[in-house]
T-cell receptor, first 112, second 112 residues
């Protein structure tokens, strides 16, 4: 069964706008990761946030983690057409240090 | 810097045929994984390996076998292909620390 569930399933925005995607999970985690998948390609790691961290930044990406609500959000600021992709959250459970459990993803379309 | 390489990229099989998917990584990673991705879904773990000579079942192992005879290679076998195994297969690897996974480009398999 999938640990993470992303919301929304699909998102369409104009270039320059911000995009926010949310992820909820069910069990305690060691860390949570976000990956991007361009159409027809493999997944690419974006950012990792550990269970004792609340916020992390990487370039135009901002990730927050709320372990009390078992949720995370990914914010992409000043979006570009090249950000068009599917975004997946993946969790590493506290009892398994190496297995990732993926959500079903958010499909982001950034219109030029 | 190749990273994770999967062969073949595409394959069409008839029901009952067998085949082997090859994954090779050049990052000296201990952990390797095989996932399948079906339309509108996230990745589901088929089998994984925590080191040379070891394998373990993931979430959806039925109908698949794996081998890790060399640290850099992880093979996924289908002994008797079924239409339900039509999917895109991804291989990934990770190191002991951090468990960020690096993915191959995928193998698109159709079973007729």
């Amino acid at each position: 069964s999938q640990q993470g569930e992303e919301d929304p399933q699909a998102l369409s925005i104009q270039e320059g706008e911000n995009a926010t995607m949310n992820c909820s999970y069910k069990t305690s985690i060691n860390n949570l990761q976000w990956y991007r998948q361009n159409s027809g390609r493999g997944l690419v790691h974006l950012i990792l946030i550990r269970s004792n961290e609340r916020e992390k930044h990487s370039g135009r990406l901002r990730v927050t983690l709320d372990t009390s609500k078992k949720s995370s959000s990914l914010l992409i600021t000043a979006s570009r057409a090249a950000d068009t992709a599917s975004y997946f959250c993946a969790t590493v459970r506290g009892d398994s240090s190496y297995k990732l459990i993926f959500g079903s993803g958010t499909r982001l379309l950034v219109r030029p | 810097n190749a990273g994770v390489t999967q062969t073949p990229k595409f394959r069409v099989l008839k029901t009952g045929q067998s085949m082997t998917l090859l994954c090779a990584q050049d990052m000296n990673h201990e952990y390797m994984y095989w996932y399948r991705q079906d339309p509108g879904m996230g990745l589901r773990l088929i089998h994984y390996s925590v080191g040379e000579g070891t394998t373990a079942k993931g979430e959806v192992p039925d109908g698949y076998n794996v081998s890790r005879l060399k640290k850099q290679n992880f093979l996924l076998g289908l002994e008797s292909a079924a239409p339900s195994q039509t999917s895109v297969y991804f291989c990934a690897s990770s190191s002991l620390e951090g468990n960020i996974q690096y993915f191959g480009a995928g193998t698109r398999l159709s079973v007729l």
